[in-house]
């Protein structure tokens, strides 16, 4: 949605804001109403904010301070998430970053929405994105179901889906800093559902691993992605796929040998599909799957180490896996420009994956700040909402033409801003 479709829905939002600070309070009251947002309440502290709550119910996006006297912000948050009273959150804090991180994985635990953290005084624009975001997440919503069942599905659903041949690909590009070319795109699997429509992976994914219909589901991502590299090829792109495989199904050390034949069938080169994997997966069947990923490689598929950073052993996975690829986790990446942690991670990622002769994507790259930054430590690759989203393959060539053009953008301010 653009940011003015963007405004007009947030119009219809209710915000409360909670802040001790008479006049940080003040200013983010006249800042939402300059967004034409009409239905805001304020407190000045954690028990206040409470009480706001049980009068009026629950609001869409609370926007909390962290230090306050009384019940302080994150006690609030504590309150606010055992009792569902706030679709999402935005943290509001002049404290140190590392500390707000603390708190950002706190509102994450709880199982509350962040939007994301503001410097004080707020500032419109970055409020704007932030409650943007909620309407995103909205409409994400509304056409995706069901976000938050563990469980939603039965097996038998499940399969006849699998029957039926309901699963789709969407393609996410990934694509090089320096040339803006579309290097890969990362097929991502959803389910067209026949009455409640796009359905996310998320929601059915760990219940396929359990059941063991995983295997079945990932033959026809492989099938489907296949497709999608014989229909790059005709177009003459050298475009590459990326594959998600979830441990289970590196059980299987037959896999490469039939991948293999797959793809010589075609006429494929193993080199074009990347196949992603997740460092935490790989913990749980070590012997197995290091034999698969070995017999992969062997062949000449590519592998890319997923969700880099998020496990207990990353660094003993890339001593032992050959990897080519190495995907840093969007957790270091959103935000990063802001951040000097983050920053740190992101920089030692990069200089570790170079010396090891890997390349490095950055996911998750929603904000032009942080692409100029990962330019600046020698990212290669991104993928992220910033470029773009996850789309099906007949919108993908719609995108290309739009991209090179922001991309010779983005350039030249690079360029202008260095002069
Ligand atoms: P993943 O492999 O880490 O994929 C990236 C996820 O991040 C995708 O979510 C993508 O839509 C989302 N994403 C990309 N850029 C951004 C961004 O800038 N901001 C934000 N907030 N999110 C971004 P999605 O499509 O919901 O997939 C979730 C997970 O489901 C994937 O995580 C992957 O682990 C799994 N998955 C998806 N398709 C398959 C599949 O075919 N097989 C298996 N085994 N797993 C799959
Ligand atoms: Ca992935
Ligand atoms: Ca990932």
Known sequence: MDSLGNLESLKGHTILVVEDNDFQRSVALQVLQSLGIKDIHQAADGLQALKVLEQFGKVDVVICDLDMPGMDGIQFLGELAKNKLAGAVIVASAMEASLIRTVEDLVQEHGLK?????????????????????????????????????????????????????????????????????????????????????????????????????????????????VALCDFKTKGMTTKIGINLSAITLNDTSMPDRLFKQLSALKLSPELLMLEITESSLIDQPAKSLETLARLKMKGFMLSIDDFGTGYSSMKQLNRIPFSELKIDRSFVDGASEDKTRKAIIDANIGLAHTLGMRVVAEGVEQVADWHLLNELGCDIVQGYFVARPMPISELSDWLSDWQQRFEQLNDSQQSACE
């Open 114 to 226: 962040l939007l994301g953290t503001l410097a004080k005084p707020l500032a419109k624009k970055k409020l704007q994105d932030l409650l943007g975001r909620f309407t995103d997440l909205e409409t994400e919503e509304s056409t995706s179901f069901p976000q938050d069942a563990k469980a939603p599905w039965t097996v038998k659903e499940l399969d006849d889906a699998l029957s039926r041949k309901e699963f789709t690909l969407y393609h996410q590009p990934k694509v090089s800093m320096a040339t803006g070319e579309l290097e890969a795109t990362e097929v991502l699997c959803r389910w067209q559902h026949p009455e409640h429509g796009l359905v996310m992976p998320d929601s059915f994914i760990p219940l396929m691993e359990e059941s063991g219909q995983i295997e079945a589901l990932t033959e026809q991502v492989i099938e489907k992605a296949l």
